[in-house]
Protein backbone atom coordinates (compact mmCIF):
# COMPACT_ATOMS: atom_id res chain seq x y z
CA UNK A 1 0.00 0.00 0.00
CA UNK A 2 2.56 2.68 0.96
CA UNK A 3 4.47 1.73 -2.69
CA UNK A 4 1.22 2.45 -4.52
CA UNK A 5 0.68 5.98 -2.63
CA UNK A 6 4.30 7.07 -3.29
CA UNK A 7 3.76 5.96 -7.05
CA UNK A 8 0.64 7.65 -7.69
CA UNK A 9 1.73 11.22 -5.78
CA UNK A 10 5.25 10.72 -8.17
CA UNK A 11 2.96 10.49 -10.74
CA UNK A 12 0.76 13.36 -10.04
CA UNK A 13 3.57 15.58 -9.32
CA UNK A 14 5.49 14.90 -12.88
CA UNK A 15 1.58 15.93 -14.20
CA UNK A 16 1.84 19.41 -12.61
CA UNK A 17 4.70 21.04 -14.88
CA UNK A 18 2.51 19.62 -17.99
CA UNK A 19 -0.94 20.72 -16.63
CA UNK A 20 0.77 24.49 -15.89
CA UNK A 21 2.37 24.58 -19.76
CA UNK A 22 -1.08 23.40 -21.16
CA UNK A 23 -3.47 25.53 -19.06
CA UNK A 24 -1.16 28.81 -20.28
CA UNK A 25 -0.76 27.39 -23.33
CA UNK A 26 3.13 26.75 -23.55
CA UNK A 27 3.07 23.28 -25.11
CA UNK A 28 3.90 23.97 -29.11
CA UNK A 29 5.01 21.00 -31.32
CA UNK A 30 8.19 21.98 -32.73
CA UNK A 31 10.13 20.50 -35.93
CA UNK A 32 10.62 16.65 -36.18
CA UNK A 33 7.74 16.42 -33.48
CA UNK A 34 4.61 14.28 -34.24
CA UNK A 35 1.23 14.75 -31.97
CA UNK A 36 -0.73 11.76 -31.03
CA UNK A 37 -3.43 13.22 -28.62
CA UNK A 38 -6.10 14.07 -30.52
CA UNK A 39 -7.60 10.22 -30.43
CA UNK A 40 -7.25 9.73 -26.51
CA UNK A 41 -9.63 9.06 -23.77
CA UNK A 42 -7.96 11.63 -21.66
CA UNK A 43 -8.61 14.68 -24.26
CA UNK A 44 -12.34 13.91 -24.41
CA UNK A 45 -12.65 13.28 -20.39
CA UNK A 46 -10.80 16.53 -19.69
CA UNK A 47 -13.60 18.47 -21.67
CA UNK A 48 -16.33 16.36 -19.87
CA UNK A 49 -14.89 16.66 -16.37
CA UNK A 50 -14.16 20.15 -16.76
CA UNK A 51 -17.81 21.07 -16.98
CA UNK A 52 -18.93 18.03 -14.99
CA UNK A 53 -17.00 18.64 -11.83
CA UNK A 54 -18.32 22.20 -10.95
CA UNK A 55 -21.88 20.92 -11.41
CA UNK A 56 -21.13 17.77 -9.27
CA UNK A 57 -19.56 19.77 -6.19
CA UNK A 58 -22.54 22.29 -6.32
CA UNK A 59 -25.12 19.61 -5.91
CA UNK A 60 -22.82 17.74 -3.54
CA UNK A 61 -23.27 20.90 -1.46
CA UNK A 62 -27.35 21.04 -2.01
CA UNK A 63 -27.90 17.45 -0.83
CA UNK A 64 -25.69 16.39 1.67
CA UNK A 65 -26.16 17.70 5.17
CA UNK A 66 -22.61 16.79 6.23
CA UNK A 67 -19.70 19.88 5.21
CA UNK A 68 -17.21 17.67 5.82
CA UNK A 69 -18.42 14.63 3.69
CA UNK A 70 -18.98 17.53 0.90
CA UNK A 71 -15.18 18.41 1.08
CA UNK A 72 -14.02 15.15 1.06
CA UNK A 73 -15.99 14.34 -2.16
CA UNK A 74 -15.31 17.83 -3.70
CA UNK A 75 -11.88 16.85 -3.10
CA UNK A 76 -11.46 13.77 -4.79
CA UNK A 77 -13.63 15.32 -7.56
CA UNK A 78 -10.84 17.30 -7.95
CA UNK A 79 -7.73 15.29 -7.75
CA UNK A 80 -9.46 13.30 -10.56
CA UNK A 81 -9.73 15.90 -12.43
CA UNK A 82 -6.33 16.90 -12.11
CA UNK A 83 -5.09 13.51 -12.66
CA UNK A 84 -6.93 13.03 -16.08
CA UNK A 85 -5.86 16.55 -17.15
CA UNK A 86 -2.51 16.59 -16.11
CA UNK A 87 -2.48 12.91 -18.38
CA UNK A 88 -3.65 14.51 -21.45
CA UNK A 89 -1.28 17.77 -21.16
CA UNK A 90 1.32 15.50 -20.58
CA UNK A 91 0.60 13.60 -24.08
CA UNK A 92 0.12 17.21 -25.85
CA UNK A 93 3.73 17.85 -24.18
CA UNK A 94 5.53 14.58 -24.84
CA UNK A 95 5.32 13.88 -28.61
CA UNK A 96 7.06 11.36 -30.72
CA UNK A 97 10.43 12.81 -31.79
CA UNK A 98 12.88 12.27 -34.59
CA UNK A 99 16.03 12.70 -32.49
CA UNK A 100 19.62 13.05 -33.24
CA UNK A 101 20.04 8.92 -33.40
CA UNK A 102 16.76 7.59 -32.54
CA UNK A 103 13.10 7.61 -33.08
CA UNK A 104 11.80 8.84 -29.48
CA UNK A 105 8.34 7.45 -29.18
CA UNK A 106 6.12 8.10 -26.08
CA UNK A 107 2.78 8.13 -24.36
CA UNK A 108 2.73 10.68 -21.71
CA UNK A 109 5.65 9.89 -19.25
CA UNK A 110 4.63 6.62 -18.80
CA UNK A 111 6.09 4.88 -21.72
CA UNK A 112 8.60 6.25 -23.85
CA UNK A 113 11.10 4.24 -26.50
CA UNK A 114 14.48 5.51 -28.35
CA UNK A 115 14.31 3.22 -31.40
CA UNK A 116 17.87 3.64 -33.05
CA UNK A 117 17.81 4.85 -36.33
CA UNK A 118 19.94 1.70 -37.54
CA UNK A 119 17.76 -1.00 -36.03
CA UNK A 120 14.31 0.27 -38.26
CA UNK A 121 13.91 -2.33 -41.07
CA UNK A 122 10.57 -0.96 -42.64
CA UNK A 123 8.01 1.93 -41.72
CA UNK A 124 4.87 1.73 -43.11
CA UNK A 125 1.14 3.15 -42.49
CA UNK A 126 -0.98 0.30 -41.15
CA UNK A 127 -4.59 -0.45 -39.10
CA UNK A 128 -3.42 -4.22 -38.39
CA UNK A 129 -2.41 -3.20 -34.96
CA UNK A 130 -6.04 -2.12 -34.39
CA UNK A 131 -8.38 -3.75 -32.12
CA UNK A 132 -6.34 -3.71 -29.18
CA UNK A 133 -8.84 -1.73 -26.85
CA UNK A 134 -7.77 0.68 -24.29
CA UNK A 135 -5.49 3.68 -24.04
CA UNK A 136 -1.17 2.98 -23.40
CA UNK A 137 1.18 0.02 -23.98
CA UNK A 138 -0.02 -3.67 -24.94
CA UNK A 139 2.56 -5.89 -25.26
CA UNK A 140 2.18 -9.50 -27.16
CA UNK A 141 5.33 -11.50 -26.19
CA UNK A 142 4.68 -14.26 -28.23
CA UNK A 143 5.45 -12.02 -31.56
CA UNK A 144 7.07 -9.92 -29.91
CA UNK A 145 5.21 -6.86 -30.34
CA UNK A 146 4.50 -3.65 -28.53
CA UNK A 147 1.39 -1.43 -29.19
CA UNK A 148 0.93 2.32 -28.03
CA UNK A 149 -2.12 2.51 -28.62
CA UNK A 150 -4.21 5.84 -28.71
CA UNK A 151 -8.05 5.32 -28.66
CA UNK A 152 -7.54 2.32 -29.02
CA UNK A 153 -6.13 2.64 -32.29
CA UNK A 154 -2.86 2.82 -33.66
CA UNK A 155 -1.51 3.70 -37.66
CA UNK A 156 2.53 3.28 -37.83
CA UNK A 157 3.73 -0.22 -37.90
CA UNK A 158 7.71 -0.19 -37.52
CA UNK A 159 9.52 -3.33 -37.86
CA UNK A 160 13.16 -3.70 -36.11
CA UNK A 161 16.01 -5.92 -37.06
CA UNK A 162 16.98 -5.71 -34.28
CA UNK A 163 14.62 -6.12 -30.65
CA UNK A 164 14.48 -2.75 -28.62
CA UNK A 165 13.12 -2.35 -25.16
CA UNK A 166 11.01 0.28 -23.98
CA UNK A 167 10.96 2.19 -20.65
CA UNK A 168 7.17 1.79 -19.03
CA UNK A 169 6.93 3.23 -15.80
CA UNK A 170 10.75 3.63 -15.19
CA UNK A 171 10.95 -0.14 -15.65
CA UNK A 172 12.32 -1.51 -19.05
CA UNK A 173 9.84 -3.77 -20.88
CA UNK A 174 10.89 -7.08 -22.52
CA UNK A 175 12.62 -6.71 -26.20
CA UNK A 176 10.32 -6.43 -28.81
CA UNK A 177 10.76 -6.62 -32.82
CA UNK A 178 7.75 -5.05 -33.74
CA UNK A 179 5.95 -1.86 -32.35
CA UNK A 180 3.05 -0.27 -33.27
CA UNK A 181 2.50 3.60 -33.16
CA UNK A 182 -0.44 5.97 -33.26
CA UNK A 183 -0.15 10.01 -34.51
CA UNK A 184 -2.42 12.52 -35.63
CA UNK A 185 -0.99 13.01 -38.85
CA UNK A 186 0.65 9.66 -39.68
CA UNK A 187 1.52 10.30 -42.99
CA UNK A 188 3.82 13.09 -42.24
CA UNK A 189 5.23 10.88 -39.85
CA UNK A 190 6.37 7.90 -41.58
CA UNK A 191 7.09 10.34 -44.76
CA UNK A 192 9.94 12.10 -42.70
CA UNK A 193 11.30 8.70 -40.96
CA UNK A 194 11.73 7.10 -44.34
CA UNK A 195 13.68 9.94 -46.05
CA UNK A 196 15.53 9.86 -42.80
CA UNK A 197 16.25 6.17 -43.11
CA UNK A 198 16.63 6.64 -46.81
CA UNK A 199 13.91 4.61 -47.73
CA UNK A 200 11.41 4.81 -51.01
CA UNK A 201 8.23 6.52 -50.17
CA UNK A 202 5.50 4.53 -49.81
CA UNK A 203 3.15 4.83 -53.03
Not at 163 to 178: D, F, H, I, R, Y
Request: aromatic share 10%.
Amino acid sequence: MPSNIGTNLKTSLKMGPYLLKWIFQRLKIGPGEYSYHQRSAAMAMTFILIFVVPASIWLLSLMLPWAWVTWVLSLWAVYGLYRVMGLYASMVGLPHKLDESCLLVRYSFLVSGCIPYDSIESVELSREGWGQGGDGLKLDLEEPIAYLNVGSANSIKIGLRNPVTLEAEGMPTPPVSTIFIHADHPDLLVDALQQRLGMAPEV
